[in-house]
């Protein structure tokens, strides 16, 4: 299956306008997980890069061979015992998130194409997950 990363561009250039004006990347927050989205730009990425230290997981997308960054893929974290977490859809290719220690389910979806993943996320430090999605075409 070939995705089209010009609906994803076009999808997230909207979002991003969203985001754009009120000068940062949105960070939301429910009970104590807390989750922010975005990276489109390098001006946006370098505004996560500054949230990294509030953040225990970074999750990046991408497409495999050209590593071209990715948005508008959902994104669904259940805790081990499968309560879900975290249900949204990336507004760019990072996701940053502070999640209490512990093992999580991740299941992310861009196009057809599902991906599953275990992430134990540590009492102290940060874990990072890379998603690479094959047959899309930047450009189209």
């Known amino acids: 299956m070939r995705a089209s990363v010009k609906a994803v561009v076009a999808i997230a250039a909207s979002l991003l306008l969203g985001a754009s004006a ?19 730009t390098g ?3 370098a505004e996560l890069i500054l949230l990294l230290p509030d953040h225990n997981v970074r999750i ?15 994104l669904l974290v259940r805790t081990a015992g ?12 990072w996701l940053l998130a502070r999640l209490p220690p512990g093992r ?9 194409v599902v991906q599953h993943r275990s992430l134990d996320v540590p009492a102290v ?4 997950a890379y998603f ?9």
Do not use: C, K, N
């Not at 061979?65 to 508008?72: C, E, F, V």
């Not at 430090?125 to 990072?128: A, D, F, P, S, T």
């Open 43 to 45: 001006e946006e990425r």
């Open 125 to 128: 430090g940060r874990r990072e």
């Open 104 to 112: 999580y389910q991740l299941t992310l979806t861009f196009g057809e």
């Open 60 to 74: 990046v997308t991408a497409a495999a061979g050209s590593g071209a960054y990715l948005a508008d893929v959902s």
């Open 82 to 93: 499968g309560a879900p977490v975290i249900e949204t859809r990336l507004d760019g290719p």
């Open 22 to 40: 009120l000068g940062q990347p949105v960070v939301r927050e429910v009970g104590t997980v807390r989750w922010v989205s975005g990276g489109i």
């Open 132 to 140: 690479y999605w094959s047959g899309v075409q930047v450009g189209e």
